[in-house]
């Protein structure tokens, strides 16, 4: 599903990822691990199509990232991001936050979803009256939306307590059983346990 291959980045003179090669499959439940500083945003900025590798290879499927002509519609058609701060619109319920992602989305998608994630009472709520979990789950909802190929969430339980934190990887597994390819930066390892693999980076490369 994603291929990499001899994948360097700099962020001007300065080093962040040497040399990684790596291949994910669909449905594949990934974690990328390491410590601060390690590379893990910027591997997984260069593998959403964030960031623009500096050198080296990142094949989608059949495309090249080179060959892509219009980044917003790839985006838009097959990646889903989830960050470690839900970036919710406070005065927007949560129907209208989720429709910030796909504006032709019916009240009864919405609802079916959050069915999927155990919070479809919370349609009508506005972001500050729901929990920080909850929050986060509203965040899943919104990267579900345009039903992407892969979602990439960089730290997605960093503000979140150990239930919580727990229940996202879940949920998480149960996308990837679904289909969804699910690739997750996180610094910890209890959770990365719960994924299919996990690849670890040290001074921006990858152990
Ligand atoms: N925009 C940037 N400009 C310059 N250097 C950067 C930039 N972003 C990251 N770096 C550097 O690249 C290296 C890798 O950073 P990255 O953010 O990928 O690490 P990380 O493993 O995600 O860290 P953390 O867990 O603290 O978020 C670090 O040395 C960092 O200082």
């Not at 500096?54 to 990232?65: A, F, I, K, L």
């Amino acid at each position: 599903m994603i291929k990499v291959t001899n994948l360097s980045h700099y962020y001007n003179k300065d080093l962040a990822l040497k040399d990684i090669n790596l291949e994910i499959k669909k449905a594949q439940f990934v974690s990328i691990i390491g410590e601060s500083g390690s590379g893990k945003s910027t591997l997984l900025s260069v593998l959403s199509t964030l960031l623009k590798p500096s050198s080296g290879e990142v094949v989608y499927e059949d495309t090249n990232y080179k060959n892509i002509k219009n980044i917003d519609n790839f985006r838009r058609e097959n990646i889903g991001f989830i960050f470690q701060f839900h970036y919710l619109i406070n005065y927007l319920s949560v129907k209208e936050n989720i429709n910030l992602a796909n504006e032709k989305a019916s009240k009864e998608e919405i609802f079916e979803l959050l069915r999927l994630l155990g919070i479809e009472n919370l349609i009508d709520k506005y972001p500050n009256e729901i929990s920080g979990g909850q929050r986060q789950r509203v965040a899943i909802a919104r990267a579900m939306i345009n039903n992407p190929k892969v979602i990439f969430a960089d730290e997605p339980t960093g503000n979140l307590d150990s239930k919580n934190s727990l229940n996202v990887f879940e949920l998480f597994s149960t996308l990837a059983k679904k289909g969804t390819t699910i690739i997750v930066a996180t610094h910890d390892k209890n959770l990365a346990l719960k994924t299919d693999i996990t690849y670890e980076v040290k001074d921006g490369k990858l152990i």
